[in-house]
């Protein structure tokens, strides 16, 4: 992966642009139709709600960030920082990202929805397991997924409780080739305004 500088003083040296990464899900998957009729406060639908990264690792509330086995996690890098991992067994599976989520402490009073999406680079094809937990809610986007290259790996969390703390995750399953996480982003889904 071009960026990369080997040896012990390796880090990513290029700043990434979110915009550029491939979803792995696409709007119409997690895509909320609403009234605006039925919306009493008119949340920032366009930003994210929070952005979990290696330089913000606390949320508010019980919103965190777990790492498992990675081999490095580089936060003072000229370009975007980031944890790198490699392949190797561990007692939970393989390496990997979890993002536990607290609706309420972000102010959430009602059932939503929520889009979760890591940002992944990889230098070549990485078999990773997509999971998630949205209480008595939904899970779309969970499942065994292949990605290569600069990769937004999406969860979708529906109709979480304000009070649920969601999760959701990815973890490599095989070996592979190493790959980088940048950052999780919390977002609202995108919106469909239906007469």
Request: hydrophobic share 35%.
């Amino acid at each position: 992966m071009s960026g990369i500088v080997p040896g012990a003083d390796a880090e990513y040296s290029d700043a990434i642009d979110p915009s550029t990464f491939v979803k792995t899900l696409s709007p119409s998957d997690v895509l909320t139709r609403i009234r605006p009729g039925d919306i009493l406060h008119w949340p920032p639908f366009f930003f994210p709600i929070d952005t979990i990264s290696p330089t913000h690792t606390v949320g508010k509330g019980r919103t965190n960030l777990t790492l498992i086995a990675s081999d490095i996690m580089q936060t003072d890098t000229t370009g975007t920082p980031y944890a790198s991992f490699s392949y190797r067994q561990v007692p939970s599976g393989g390496p990997g990202v979890s993002v536990h989520f607290d609706p309420g402490a972000y102010g959430a009073t009602a059932v939503a929805s929520y889009v979760i999406e890591f940002l992944i680079a990889t230098s070549g094809p990485v078999s990773l397991t997509v999971g998630g937990y949205a209480g008595a809610g939904s899970v779309t986007g969970a499942g065994v997924r292949t990605v290569n290259g600069n990769v937004s790996v999406s969860v979708g969390l529906g109709n979480v409780p304000p009070g649920q703390i969601t999760y959701a995750s990815i973890q490599q399953t095989s070996s592979g080739p190493g790959w980088q996480w940048f950052s999780t982003s919390i977002e609202h889904p995108p919106l469909v305004f239906e007469p």
